[in-house]
């Protein structure tokens, strides 16, 4: 594929090599950091933190993403706090920073900012943390699934029906990742993915954004199975799903978000049997309770993701909704003693 005609980034090699010493490590939920601030409608619009220069008649509190623009200060704490929990990467909090996703609260024109932005702060505080200990930090560029499923009609009445097409996502996904790339994101992350085709026309944008940047960034794929029989929402195995994106050449793939960690392990099994890439893990605090919370501590959640080290499972480990700098403390401390999963058949090319 001409894709892989383009050089890649000097940090892939040193990602790759310190993949193979150890269990890499991912951080934890920006969401539940964020929820921990208690801000309203004034703290999302800026009023006594950065004003914003967009401006939108929809309410914004719980656009999670626009505090990147008006509370950086806040969002570069949390990206620091898991840092120095031991997060080696750190995703953006551009979750949900298409035009896609912000037509919701009607700030498409902050797309660009926003990812750019999201990039240059989390970079900014995995430096302050590395001037502290020495140790290498990355900044993954978190791209979402977007609310638009390009596989499933969202109406029962008329199946054919599409909310959005490939070519939709494409774009939408290629605006936010070259964001991602001004504003210095070490790698891709493409997450929890319930529709195999939003994820592909996420990989498609990355590779006409690499090829426009002239270098090619590590693309890191995370799907999410949402339901007990092992699937995601677009109906595929881990195997399955695999195969689907296999062309990336991936420097991860793996599941997050969804169950918690023991109803994800067979999922991860699967996947760990089939890939020929590094694996990577990040699961909820648990499942949600009645109020939307998730209830598992620290203690809870770091033995079971202790077990996909133990069984070999994983190459990278971290935590999805629910999960603190605690959470990850304690997770990287309960696999620091495990060797990395070894690959079937790896190969550098
Ligand atoms: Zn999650």
Redesign the pocket.
Known sequence: MRAFNIPPTDTEAALKRAARERILILDG?MGTQIQSLGLDEDAFLGHGGHSCAYHSDHPQKGNNDLLILTQPDEIERIHYDFAMAGADIVETNTFSSTTIAQADYAMEEAVHDLNAQGARIARRAMDRATAEDGKPRWVAGAVGPTNRTASISPDVNDPGYRAVTFDDLRRAYGQQIRGLIAGGADLILIE?IFDTLNAKAAIFACFEAFAEHGKRLPVMISGTITDASGRTLSGQTPTAFWHSVRHARPFTVGL???LGANAMRPHLKELSDVADALICAYP?AGLPNAFGEYDEGPDDTAPQVEQFAREGLVNVVGG??GTTPDHIRAIAEAVAKYEPRKLPSYTDA
């Open positions: 939920a929890t997050n978000c969804a909820n999805c909704c």
